[in-house]
C-alpha cells in the first residue's frame, strides 16, 4: 500500500489503530520477518517518529 501510494502521489495515512494492531503483530515476530529476507535491513528512524514510520522502518522502508 505504501509503494503504490507514493508512486501514484496519493497521501500515505493510515489509522492510527491500524498501525497500531499491525505493529502488536510484526513486533513479537520482527527477528524472523527480518531474517527471513521479505523485508529490507531496518532503518534508522528519528525517535519521536510517528508510529507508522516506525513500523515502517522495522520492516526496511522509509515512509514517502
Known amino acids: 500500500g505504501v ?3 507514493d508512486a501514484t ?3 500515505v495515512t493510515y489509522p492510527p489503530a491500524l498501525v ?3 505493529w502488536a503483530v ?3 515476530q520482527l527477528p524472523e520477518l527480518q531474517a527471513s529476507g521479505a523485508f529490507g ?3 534508522t528512524v528519528d525517535p519521536g517518529a510517528d ?3 516506525r513500523l515502517l522502518g522495522a ?3 522509509r515512509r514517502p
Do not use: Y
Open 9 to 11: 502521489g496519493q497521501p
Open 26 to 28: 510484526v513486533e513479537p
Open 3 to 5: 509503494d503504490l501510494a
Open 20 to 22: 497500531d494492531a499491525c
Open 41 to 43: 535491513q531496518p532503518v
Open 51 to 53: 508510529s507508522l514510520t
Open 59 to 61: 520492516l526496511g522502508r
